[in-house]
T-cell receptor
Framework: GAVVSQHPSWVICKSGTSVKIECRSL??????MFWYRQFPKQSLMLMAT?????????EQGVEKDKFLINHASLTLSTLTVTSAHPEDSSFYIC????????????FGPGTRLTVT | QKEVEQNSGPLSVPEGAIASLNCTYS??????FFWYRQYSGKSPELIMF????GDKEDGRFTAQLNKASQYVSLLIRDSQPSDSATYLC????????????FGKGTHLIIQP
C-alpha cells in the first residue's frame, strides 16, 4: 500500500516552454500532497503544499506564478513549471500524506527535469 | 540553528557491524519523527517513524527518540552493502510548514 506515482520520470524541454508533472496516489486518497525539489548533492527542499480543492501553499522564495500547482482530485496533483529556464533543471519529487491524522509521507519516484 | 540537523558524513561502517545515525531537532514541541533512505538518483523511501520516547524496532532497524534531548537516532544492525545510501531524518515541526522538515541527510557507506 501507499504507492505514489509520478509522470514523466524524466523530461527535457527548451528554455521558455512549460512542463507539467503529474503525481498520483495509486491505492489511497490523499487530501494533502507535497512538492519538493532537490538539486544534486543537496537536501530536499519543500516547494509547496497542495490541498485538494483549494489553493496551494507555497514556501518562501518559491514563485507561485512560475510553479503552478493543481490538486483537483483526491488522487492527483500536478505541478506545471512555466517558462522554464536552465536554472529550473532539478529533480522534482512529490509526496502524499496517507491520512490527515498521520504525518507519514510517501514519495513518488521523482521527475528529472532538464531545461536546455 | 537549523531545524533538523544531521552530520552529512560520509559515515563508513564495516559490513556486519551496527551503523548509528543521529539527528537533532530544534522545535521542542515536535511529536513525529521519520527516517527515510535515499539511494543516489532515487526518491526517498520511508523506513521508520517514531512518535514516543524510547526505542522502536523493525527488523534490523531501531529508531530511538529522546524528546528531552531533542535527539533521534537510527540503528542498523548487521549492516549490508545494500544499506549504503543517504539517510534523511525528518520531523513534523510545530512551527513551520504543514509537511515534514528534512535534515540534509547522512551518507552511509557499508564496507564489504
Amino acid at each position: 500500500g501507499a504507492v505514489v506515482s509520478q509522470h514523466p520520470s524524466w523530461v527535457i524541454c527548451k528554455s521558455g516552454t512549460s512542463v507539467k508533472i503529474e503525481c498520483r496516489s495509486l491505492d489511497f486518497q490523499a487530501t494533502t500532497m507535497f512538492w519538493y525539489r532537490q538539486f544534486p548533492k543537496q537536501s530536499l527542499m519543500l516547494m509547496a503544499t497542495s490541498n485538494e480543492g483549494s489553493k496551494a501553499t507555497y514556501e518562501q522564495g518559491v514563485e507561485k506564478d512560475k510553479f503552478l500547482i493543481n490538486h483537483a482530485s483526491l488522487t492527483l496533483s500536478t505541478l506545471t513549471v512555466t517558462s522554464a529556464h536552465p536554472e529550473d533543471s532539478s529533480f522534482y519529487i512529490c509526496s502524499a500524506r496517507v491520512q490527515d491524522i498521520s504525518y507519514e509521507q510517501y514519495f513518488g519516484p521523482g521527475t528529472r527535469l532538464t531545461v536546455t | 540553528q537549523k531545524e533538523v540537523e544531521q552530520n552529512s558524513g560520509p559515515l563508513s561502517v564495516p559490513e556486519g557491524a551496527i551503523a548509528s545515525l543521529n539527528c537533532t531537532y530544534s522545535d521542542r514541541g515536535s511529536q513525529s519523527f521519520f527516517w527515510y533512505r535515499q539511494y543516489s538518483g532515487k526518491s526517498p523511501e520511508l523506513i521508520m517513524f517514531i512518535y514516543s520516547n524510547g526505542d522502536k524496532e523493525d527488523g534490523r532497524f531501531t529508531a530511538q527518540l529522546n524528546k528531552a534531548s531533542q535527539y533521534v537516532s537510527l540503528l542498523i544492525r548487521d549492516s549490508q552493502p545494500s544499506d549504503s545510501a543517504t539517510y534523511l531524518c525528518a520531523a513534523k515541526l510545530v512551527r513551520g510548514a504543514d509537511g515534514l522538515t528534512f535534515g540534509k541527510g547522512t551518507h552511509l557507506i557499508i564496507q564489504p
